[in-house]
């Protein structure tokens, strides 16, 4: 039987934060991404790919901000989705053009995913996750009064909006996901974490401004699909103790509970890295096989057990 591998990009491997992220660079880096990702079809996997879009999402947000007197803005969940399929044309041209190259006749799709989050999520009534624009107080809470929008003061002075961040009850879609997969067509999927749905008291799906934990979604995708390996591609090279300290030390490998004994020492950070550790502790739990994090330039030397850090069962 083939192996199938979940492969989660990292927002910033197709439009890292020091670039201006205009398209072209967004389709040049996604390029050079894909290069190293076709090893995995040197190796004859089956692929799931899903993606972060927190740059692209932050464009969308500001494209409203500087034109709603004109256009009406759209919800977040309408962004998502929109970015959903705007990167995944991006990914999918790129990798449909790199098969080629090689004479490779596999199919790529892309699909655009909801996924439900229960509507009793405790962030829903508690939202902390920042999204778009700084501003001053005054600005913020002018804007916060036109669009019913919940706005914090995130640093001295910057203001910005902020909305739920609830984790990933179910993935839709996820027996056409898995049949295409299965079938050895690579598929897009459940970008940005997901499009976040409900359902109401009448029992119909709903969207929600809301931006779902990517790395939940996509182990939980992983699951769905019956992924053996979980491959989070961020923009570091390993997963580090005492990170960006004096005493910073690596970590090549490690068991599901040497990570939560991490956890509980606090070694990883809430906002980048305990979320990825959390997700493949998930993962790993659901006949999962491996983890490895790492980031796009090292993804061959980590399959090999070279570089990045691998997490295994314990």
């Known amino acids: ?29 996604t390029r050079e ?30 494209r409203m901000d500087l034109t709603h007197d004109v256009v009406p803005p759209l919800p977040l969940g309408v962004c998502v989705a929109g970015t959903q399929g705007t990167i995944g044309y991006m990914i999918q041209q790129s990798f449909q053009n790199a098969l080629r190259e090689e004479n490779v006749d596999r199919e790529v799709v892309t699909l655009v995913t909801q996924v439900m989050v229960n509507a009793n999520d405790p962030s829903i009534s508690d939202p902390s996750k920042y999204i778009g624009t700084r501003y001053n107080e005054d600005e913020a809470k002018t804007m916060a009064e036109k669009f019913n929008w919940t706005v914090k003061e995130q640093e001295p002075g910057e203001w910005r909006r902020v909305v739920p961040s609830p984790d990933p009850d179910f993935i839709m879609h996820g027996i056409s ?27 119909k799906l709903e969207g929600l401004d809301a931006v779902i934990d990517k790395d939940l979604t996509a182990a939980k995708l ?16 390993q997963v580090y103790l005492n990170y960006q300290t004096d005493n ?67």
């Open 1 to 29: 039987m083939k192996k199938t591998a979940i492969i989660a990009l990292g927002g910033n491997a197709l439009s890292p934060k020091e670039e201006a992220g205009t398209i072209y660079e967004q389709f040049a880096h």
């Open 33 to 62: 991404s894909l290069s190293e990702i076709m090893e995995f079809i040197h190796q004859d996997y089956n692929l799931c790919l899903t993606h972060g879009n927190g740059p692209q999402v932050g464009d969308e947000l500001l």
């Open 177 to 203: 996901i898995r049949t295409l997969v299965e079938a050895g067509t690579i598929v897009l999927a459940a970008g940005g974490g997901g499009i976040p749905v409900y359902n109401n008291e009448n029992n």
């Open 222 to 237: 992983g699951r769905v699909i019956r992924a053996h390996e979980y491959y989070i591609i961020t923009d570091v090279d």
């Open 248 to 314: 910073q030390k690596p970590i090549r490998k490690m068991s599901v509970n040497e990570a939560k004994q991490y956890q509980l020492d606090g070694q990883f950070q809430k906002g980048s890295m305990w979320p990825k550790i959390r997700s493949a502790i998930y993962f790993l739990k659901h006949h999962g096989e491996k983890v490895i994090i790492t980031n796009i330039q090292n993804v061959r030397k980590a399959m090999l057990g070279e570089a990045g850090t691998t997490i295994v069962k314990s």
